[in-house]
């Protein structure tokens, strides 16, 4: 008997969607890296956090919940 396809994650990726794309030096991307790994949590933890608080520093709404 074959084996039944993997049904593609859909029902998440159709409510999210690409936000910001950054390009960098080569440079720039490995102080990225380290800077999460300082922070001890992936690249996209470790902007969102600067974002919030950013967005706190300056008395800014606080955002809602980047993903679902």
Known sequence: MAK???KPVQAETARQK???VLRGTEE?????DSLAETN????TVTIE????EMSDRLKH???PRRTP
């Open 4 to 6: 039944k396809k993997a």
């Open 49 to 52: 956090q600067a974002l919030r």
């Open 40 to 43: 001890n949590a992936p690249i």
């Open 28 to 32: 720039w991307k490995a102080w990225l």
């Open 61 to 63: 709404r606080k955002p």
């Open 18 to 20: 690409n936000i910001v």
